[in-house]
């Protein structure tokens, strides 16, 4: 269930090297996702644009926050935070933040990238040790690999099949973050019929996913990229995400036809 909650905010939370400036979305910019697991209303998950300054330098602050509500709450408890900042020009992260409580396992960590030394100082404050991780050129974390993705030079182009890759650091290890282009569809929404991209992580052996092919991510067909809906298989049951409410998008969302 944890590693559900973490991918959902990495696609609530959807997003290679580019070294443009960012025109997928802009500070103001916010989302928030309604979560299903089965025919239970599961909780909610938020993801917000902000502006910070780091180094004398104003960058994007962006905040993912994932909660559980009513019953759901009960039996399992999820109250998730994570932030990162990162540049404005190159979506390269400068900082993270990491605050989860995911029915009695937490975490509270805050990580400092160096670029230039490829290289990544992770703070835990639960445990009160710090390490530093080597990393990859370009690296993103959870949730700036989010926005990195959505303003991909190439992301309109791919053809059906085609895969896109992304090292993200995670849990003290950096990964291979691949997704596959599976096409386009008509998607049903709350807000309308709106014309969507469909891709589809490959996710790593162990993990929560039973299967690489578990979970189904849909994005508008548009300059925004919004994440309009994820799908996860698990062992025992599914879990969807529907985007729910929105405000602050750089680029008119493109609805064919409106409920």
């Not at 916010?30 to 917000?48: D, P, Q, S, V």
């Not at 690999?145 to 090292?167: A, M």
């Amino acid at each position: 269930m944890r590693k559900i909650i973490v991918l959902t905010i990495i696609f609530i939370t959807f997003g290679f090297t580019t070294t443009q400036k960012p025109e997928a979305y802009d500070v103001g910019e916010w989302f928030k996702f309604r979560i299903h697991y089965g025919f239970i209303n599961a909780g909610y998950a938020t993801l917000e644009v902000k502006e910070a300054t780091k180094n004398n330098k104003k960058v994007y602050h962006a905040v993912g926050k994932g909660y559980t509500t009513g019953m759901s709450r009960f039996f399992f408890k999820v109250d998730d935070t994570y932030e990162s900042y990162f540049d404005k020009q190159t979506n390269k992260p400068y900082q993270f933040v990491r605050k989860i409580d995911e029915g009695g396992y937490t975490k509270n960590q805050e990580g400092f990238f160096n670029q230039d030394a490829n290289k990544v100082l992770v703070k835990d404050y639960k445990n009160k040790k710090e390490k530093t991780f080597p990393v990859s050129e370009n690296v993103q974390d959870i949730l700036s690999t989010f926005y990195y993705l959505r303003n991909h030079p190439n992301i309109d182009k791919l053809k059906p099949g085609e895969s896109i890759i992304v090292d993200m650091f995670f849990d003290d290890e950096t990964y291979k973050f691949k997704l596959k282009y599976l096409g386009k569809e008509d998607l049903s929404t709350k807000f309308g019929t709106v014309p969507a991209m469909i891709f589809r992580p490959l996710v790593q052996s162990g993990r929560v996913f039973k299967e690489e092919e578990s979970l189904t991510v849909w994005i508008s067909d548009d300059e925004n990229k919004i994440p309009l809906r994820i799908k996860a298989s698990l062992a025992v049951g599914s879990l969807k995400a529907d985007l729910d409410g929105f405000k602050g998008l750089k680029n008119p969302f493109m609805i064919k036809v409106k409920k």
